[in-house]
């Protein structure tokens, strides 16, 4: 069983479309994050939910739109696509309660490379 | 405010010698500090961590690393290199924030190990 799991692996598309990677954990976490790795392999935050709310929203571009239904899904889904935006994105999972093994323990995704032509 | 150095960008063992990856480290709160690995079209995993406890912090893989506060250091090493090493290694910090807990990356060190 997967842990957590990303859709898709891999996703090629042209300039200005819009394009959605969706995001599965199934840890019983209650926190979950998006984080972007850039061709220097870079890693960043962009959002993070606990229990579907929003509680990380570092400076990404509003063409970016993270949607969680429920607090094992978190999609990411991306307006209006540019060249700038191809990447690694990565989707990670914690536990936040203290006193357990998370927030100190992560759960990350493979990724999703996505390249923008 | 935190942030993370890793001061190798590449790290060239020949298989069989030891590995010394170094990180620094600064936090304006008691951090948790993190090494995760990425090998070739994979996602990240955790090679150990630190929370407060135990100084010495034992991973996985035969990895180790140690937690020093007067030098804001947490270097991984790890006896003898094994030709499945070579990856890429991150450094990691976290405070404790309460009901989320952002992690900041190092750059990555990249290892390559040799026959």
């Known amino acids: 069983d997967t842990a957590v799991s990303q859709t898709p692996k891999y996703l090629v598309t042209q300039m200005g479309n819009d394009k959605s990677i969706k995001c599965e954990q199934n840890l019983g976490h209650d926190t979950m994050y998006w984080y972007k790795q850039d061709s220097k392999k870079f890693l960043k935050i962009m959002f993070s939910y606990n229990n579907k709310e929003l509680i990380i929203n570092e400076t990404v571009p509003n063409r970016f739109s993270p949607k969680s239904p429920d607090k094992a899904h978190l999609n990411l889904h991306i307006n209006s696509l540019e060249l700038g935006d191809s990447a690694v994105y990565f989707c990670?999972?914690?536990?936040?309660?203290?006193?357990?093994?998370?927030?100190?323990?992560?759960?990350f995704g493979s990724g999703t490379r996505l390249t923008v032509v | 405010a935190q942030s993370v150095t890793q001061l190798d960008s590449h790290v060239s063992v020949s298989e069989g010698t030891p590995v010394l990856l170094r990180c620094n480290y600064s936090s304006s709160y008691s951090p948790s500090l993190f090494w995760y690995v990425q090998h070739p079209n994979k996602g990240l995993q955790l090679l150990l961590k630190y929370t407060s406890a135990a100084t010495l912090v034992k991973g996985i893989n035969g990895f180790e690393a140690e937690f020093k506060k007067s030098e804001t250091s947490f270097h991984l090493t790890k006896p003898s290199a094994h030709m499945s090493d070579a990856a890429e290694y991150f450094c990691v910090v976290s405070p404790y924030t309460g009901t989320a807990s952002k992690l900041t990356f190092g750059t990555g060190t990249r290892l390559q190990v040799t026959l």
């Open positions: 990670a999972s914690s536990l936040s309660t203290l006193g357990q093994k998370g927030p100190y323990g992560y759960t």
